[in-house]
């Protein structure tokens, strides 16, 4: 059986076999002798973005992977790092120094910070991400077409990442449907409420250039 640990553009946790590109995590929030979910969804500030594989560490998920045979911060799955960054994770600087250092320099860049930190940019995504508390504002259909590539919104329960002036459709196997990129534009969403699911802070970021790794379901 799947373990609840997919992570959603929305930054809720479900359980299906799909695992996606990369792997991160809020902290320990499960239980080690049930490999099931607690109640609490964090617990830290610092949600990050990992790779899968690195150094040759093997883990067993929601399992004991802390010395003394306790548990581990619980392994979290996304499809890709438009994903993760929408449900409000960063790059990790442990096992992605690189590209963690170009997303919080670009922050520095945007919001006029000599030397950004990634307690601070921590501290901005927990109060804007939706799965911490956060609101996903409205943006009208005329603004979706000004959002950079990689910002995510929402049409109901429905996920679209902004891609070459197009919103793709989201889902844990990959995009699908586009909408946009013709005469009409985004005229389909225009009698609904979008929303705008990635923090602020990080359609900053985007902006400023950052590029995040695509599923390779994006490029068809």
């Known amino acids: 059986m799947p373990l609840q640990n997919r992570v959603d553009p929305f930054g809720a946790l479900h359980a299906v076999p799909e695992r996606g590109l990369f792997m991160g995590n809020r902290g320990i929030i499960h239980d080690p002798e049930t490999k099931t979910l607690l109640k609490k969804r964090w617990a830290l500030q610092a949600w990050i973005i990992c790779v899968c594989e690195f150094r040759e560490v093997r883990r067993e998920p929601m399992g004991r992977n802390r010395n003394g045979g306790k548990a581990g911060w619980t392994e979290l799955f996304f499809l890709d790092e438009v994903t993760a960054l929408s449900a409000g994770h960063r790059p990790c ?82 995009y699908g449907d586009r909408v946009g990129g013709d005469p009409v534009g985004f005229g389909d969403f225009a009698d609904r409420p979008i929303r705008l699911l990635t923090p602020a802070t990080t359609v900053s970021v985007l902006r400023q250039g950052y590029e995040p790794v695509w599923h390779a379901s994006a490029e068809a």
Do not use: N, T
């Not at 670009?106 to 995504?125: N, T, Y």
């Not at 259909?141 to 959002?147: D, I, R, V």
């Open 93 to 174: 600087f442990f096992c992605r120094r690189e590209r963690a250092s170009d997303f919080v320099q670009r922050l520095g860049a945007v919001f006029g910070i000599s030397e950004p930190r990634a307690p601070l940019v921590d501290k901005r995504l927990h109060k804007e991400r939706l799965a911490s508390g956060g609101r996903a504002p409205v943006v009208s259909a005329e603004e979706l077409a000004g959002l950079p590539d990689g910002a995510m919104v929402a049409d109901g329960g429905d996920a679209y990442a902004m891609r070459g002036g197009k919103a793709l459709r989201w889902s844990f196997a990959g």
